[in-house]
């Protein structure tokens, strides 16, 4: 099995900073794309930054210069930067990661979620 586990979130004032990790462990050959997502209260989910097995990134326009996403794939961690945050940036955070398992399955796998809280 294939487990992500994030930490790193809670309560910051606006302005703040918070640094968002996710391990991913188990029956693991390789992983390719890693992203945040986020889903604030009554709205969808959305894409905040993914990036590459070769360390290619995008982040959308709302966190641009903002957050910054990044990897170590030797431990098969995300994290993502939160810098100046926002009220507006108040969501459940999750980590997705497309994964390879040693059995040659190939898939999307989420973690449970962390909450990132931005007080004004």
């Known amino acids: 099995q294939v487990q992500l586990v994030e930490s790193g979130g809670g309560l910051v004032q606006a302005g703040g900073s918070l640094r968002l990790s996710c391990a991913a462990s188990?029956?693991?050959?390789?992983?390719?794309?890693m992203n945040w997502y986020r889903q604030a209260p009554g709205k969808q989910r959305e894409l905040v930054a993914s990036i590459t097995s070769g360390g290619s990134t995008n982040h959308a326009d709302s966190v641009k210069g903002r957050f910054t996403i990044s990897r170590d794939n030797a431990k098969n961690t995300v994290f993502l930067q939160m810098n100046s945050l926002k009220p507006e940036d108040t969501a459940v955070y999750y980590c997705n990661a497309d994964i390879w398992t040693p059995m040659g399955a190939y898939g999307g796998y989420w973690g449970q979620g962390t909450q990132v809280t931005v007080s004004s």
């Open positions: 188990g029956y693991i050959s390789s992983i390719n794309t």
